[in-house]
């Protein structure tokens, strides 16, 4: 399942895609469009808690507003803050719970082998 956005950093709009797989229940996969696309693996719960209060530390970071859900990355080569509307993550969110409800995850290690 894949969720294009916008997000916002600075006064630059910036595409953004979440992408949900049932095969790693518990990871979103976040790619920032650009000249060279950045990947970024989130945790669905983190992003989930992320909506009611600020969670995360080191390299990754949410905090929530009314309108909006504030992604705070951090790397050896910098620094960013997203700004993504609030309706935009919750919608993410409803969609891969529907694809596996939240505490129904289950991973499949053999096929990992």
């Given at each position: 399942m894949k969720t294009p956005v916008t997000a916002?950093?600075?006064?630059?709009?910036?595409?953004?895609?979440?992408?949900?797989?049932?095969?790693?229940?518990?990871?979103?996969?976040?790619?920032?469009?650009?000249?060279?696309?950045?990947?970024?693996?989130?945790?669905?719960?983190?992003?989930?808690?992320?909506?009611?209060?600020?969670?995360g530390d080191g390299d990754v970071r949410i905090t929530s507003g009314p309108m909006t859900i504030g992604i705070h990355l951090e790397s050896p080569h910098g620094k960013s803050l997203m700004l993504f509307r609030r309706h935009d993550i919750q919608r993410m969110l409803r969609d891969a719970s529907a694809e596996v409800p939240f505490g129904r995850e289950v991973l499949d290690w053999s096929a990992a082998a």
């Open positions: 916002r950093i600075g006064w630059v709009s910036v595409p953004v895609t979440f992408e949900y797989n049932a095969s790693d229940p518990y990871a979103v996969m976040m790619t920032v469009h650009g000249e060279v696309d950045v990947i970024w693996h989130l945790g669905r719960d983190l992003l989930y808690h992320g909506l009611t209060c600020m969670v």
